[in-house]
């Protein structure tokens, strides 16, 4: 298991938590996913030989929103 930390723009409000959330947990491989509203921060836990850090990464912007840093 892998886990990767995204640091997003500010996130505008609460449902930007649940639409990040609920996308990121239809992936495979993903096991786990925390955003948190207020300092726009993604923790993600995943099976890196199912998918990559890189991918999860494309998820988020394809929403909208823009990854200022990825450490995994």
């Known amino acids: 298991m892998t886990t990767v930390k995204f640091q997003l723009e500010t996130l505008s409000c609460p449902s930007c938590v649940k639409k990040i959330e609920t996308a990121l947990n239809k992936q495979a491989g993903v096991i786990e996913?925390?955003?948190?509203?207020?300092?726009?921060k993604v923790k993600a836990i995943f099976d890196?030989?199912?998918?990559?850090?890189?991918?999860?990464?494309?998820?988020?912007?394809?929403?909208?929103?823009?990854?200022?840093?990825t450490k995994i």
Do not use: C, D, N, Q
């Open 33 to 40: 996913v925390k955003v948190l509203f207020h300092s726009s």
């Open 48 to 69: 890196e030989t199912i998918t990559t850090a890189k991918h999860l990464e494309e998820t988020i912007k394809r929403l909208g929103y823009p990854v200022l840093t």
